[in-house]
């Protein structure tokens, strides 16, 4: 949201970095006394927690990197190697292990709170595809970074996903299997293999950050949505965001991170798999392949569909199909606190969601193929079916005038005011 600037240097060295490169009139403008929405609740907090996890996960990585061996024989034995003998060695490994859950658990969140609330709506398109960019190069990089553990699970499960682009063969023979083995780089999944999963691994967060910042001035331009989904009107709709949503940001953080103490120092294996504590053996296949609990409903799509091109068309087009969701739904509008229609198919598909996230952990057989199957036709009528229809013959429930309506009430109407006083006539001189 656009406003001038109030910065106003206090010495003559701000005055002096202010002329030439304004990096605290920036801070000031956009983070301090930026206009911000005054009905915010306590999802628009994650925005703040997910930058704070991207901050830890980064911080970790670096540091665990210098003590990783990104080699066949030596990476399972690194891993170890750090959790015993370097120091504070195994609460590095974990904060970073149990943050990428923590992480996908904040933006899972955010995500669902931008679709509730219609945060992807015109004019913050851009907006919501960079956030979904995100996401994508998350998925990534914490499936390159499940790998670097060299265990029987995240082995397999290298072996498996990577494998999944030799469905390609299907359209033009010999372009999958020329993909993989590239990936690979050889016949198998092997020492090469795990080299190039630890060079982008470390790549990706600084992409991911980069990311970031555009995302935050692609926000920073319109503005934030609301809980009721209509624009600021007036200067009484908003509040500077410090001190008012710093405090509450911070507060919401502390309450997460109590969270991610207790996972952390308390159960830090909780969400994570056992066979992942045998080292990655290739002539021995686990009974039952599954990936991080973050993968699971993704991975559910894939193996609901019994062709292997078609399963992984499923898969990508499950994240691809968040980036055309602005111009899927049809509706005027943004809230879904004012649908009553979509409201039920909304709560419905993060039913589902969750479905697929339990399917997604089980064998692929019988019930569990049934029922994953009929989720992955509900999650895609959602966007493709229920956006674009719903949004058209729905009837909205009133919207308030304004933001500040709807949180302080309508304003009671002003007293009339009484009528000037007439002067007496004087009486006329005969």
């Not at 372009?175 to 999963?197: C, K, Q, S």
């Not at 692609?218 to 001190?243: C, M, Q, S, W, Y």
């Amino acid at each position: 949201m656009a406003h001038p600037s109030t910065y106003q240097p206090a010495s003559g060295f701000t005055k002096w970095l202010d002329a030439r490169l304004p990096l605290p009139r920036v801070v000031h403008d956009q983070f301090m006394v930026f206009p911000t929405p005054r009905n915010l609740n306590y999802l628009w907090t994650f925005g703040g927690i997910l930058t704070f996890m991207l901050v830890v996960q980064i911080a970790t990585g670096v540091v665990l990197a210098m003590h990783y061996v990104p080699t066949h024989d030596g990476a399972f034995d690194s891993v170890e190697k750090i959790m015993r003998d370097v120091n504070w060695g195994w609460l590095l490994r974990y904060s970073h292990a149990v943050g990428a859950s923590m992480f996908f658990l904040a933006v899972y969140i955010h995500t669902l709170r931008g679709l509730y609330y219609g945060s992807y709506k015109a004019p913050r398109e851009v907006l919501w595809i960079l956030g979904v960019l995100i996401l994508l190069l998350m998925i990534a990089t914490a499936f390159m970074g499940y790998s670097l553990v060299w265990g029987q699970m995240s082995f397999w499960a290298v072996t498996v996903i990577t494998n999944l682009f030799s469905s390609l063969d299907a359209l033009i023979p010999g372009l999958g299997t020329t993909l993989v083995e590239w990936i690979w780089g050889g016949f198998a999944v092997g020492g090469p293999t795990l080299n190039r999963l630890y060079s982008l691994h470390y790549l990706f967060p600084f992409i991911i950050a980069g990311v970031v910042i555009l995302h935050i001035w692609a926000l920073h331009v319109p503005g934030n949505n609301n809980p009721i989904g209509i624009e600021v009107k007036t200067e009484r709709d908003v509040i500077p965001f410090h001190p008012y949503y710093t405090i509450k940001d911070g507060f919401a953080l502390v309450l997460f991170l109590l969270l991610f103490g207790v996972l952390l120092f308390y159960a830090p294996n909780f969400l994570g798999h056992p066979d992942n504590y045998i080292p990655a053996n290739p002539l021995q296949t686990p009974p039952h392949i599954v990936p991080e609990w973050y993968f699971l409903p993704f991975y559910a799509i894939l193996r609901a569909v019994p062709n292997k091109l078609l399963g992984v068309i499923g898969l990508v087009s499950s994240i691809g199909i968040l980036f055309f969701i602005p111009w899927l739904d049809t509706s005027r509008i943004r809230s879904t606190r004012y649908r009553p229609i979509y409201k039920w198919f909304f709560w419905l598909f993060v039913v589902t969601c969750v479905a697929l996230g339990y399917l997604g952990s089980q064998a692929p057989e019988g019930w569990y193929l049934f029922f994953g199957r009929l989720c992955t036709i509900y999650y895609f009528a959602f966007f493709l079916v229920v956006m674009p229809v719903v949004g058209l013959i729905e009837r909205p429930k009133k919207l308030p005038g304004s933001i500040t309506q709807a949180v302080l009430g309508p304003e009671p109407p002003k007293p009339a005011e009484p009528p000037p006083m007439r002067e007496p006539e004087r009486e006329g001189v005969a």
